[in-house]
């Protein structure tokens, strides 16, 4: 267990990196203020960009607000997953065509598993995946800031 939560750190370490340096922060700039070496850090932004799918250009914004989402979920379970679940009470209102209600079900369902299948599954790079994070039900989940980073990791990562 203590492994696998180390793991998530990193991983979560590593897409902070990637996020300053698309935020306009160079290596060794991120490298300074971290006290790393810039090979480090060069190290952690081609690791993390190895784990981003090769998307359509449409498809890579919707993909890091879920990265961004499954940082923040990490650091509040209770507080993403609440409003997870009254933003798809709200959207349950609204009427919708048989398969989005079908891709509402299946965010509640996702709902109950463990944070780490959670994160997984809204991170799926599969069909399956790419519809749910079409039909997101964390709207107001993330800061400004946060989407302007997912913004900008999208931008870096559709130039290669």
């Known amino acids: 267990m203590a492994r696998q939560r180390m793991l998530v750190l990193a991983r979560g370490r590593q897409e902070c990196i990637l ?3 698309a935020s306009g922060l160079s ?5 300074e203020r ?3 070496s810039a090979s480090v850090i060069q190290d952690a932004i081609r690791t993390a960009k190895g784990r981003h799918p090769q998307a359509r250009r449409e498809e890579r914004f919707p993909f890091e607000l879920h990265v961004m989402l499954g940082m923040r979920l990490r650091e509040n379970p209770s507080r993403l997953r609440g409003l997870a679940r009254e933003n798809l009470e709200r ?3 609204t009427p919708r065509a048989a398969v989005a ?3 509402l079900d299946r965010w509640e369902e996702l709902l109950r598993l463990p944070d780490d299948e959670l994160e997984k599954a809204m991170l799926a790079d599969d069909e399956e995946g790419r519809d ?4 997101s ?10 989407r302007l980073v997912a913004m900008k990791k999208a931008q870096l990562l559709a130039k290669g």
């Open 27 to 31: 290596v060794r700039g991120i490298a």
């Open 19 to 21: 996020g300053l340096h």
């Open 137 to 146: 039900p964390f709207a107001g989940a993330l800061s400004p800031e946060d």
């Open 91 to 93: 959207m349950r209102r």
């Open 132 to 135: 749910l994070r079409q039909i």
């Open 34 to 36: 971290l006290g790393s």
């Open 101 to 103: 209600e079908r891709w």
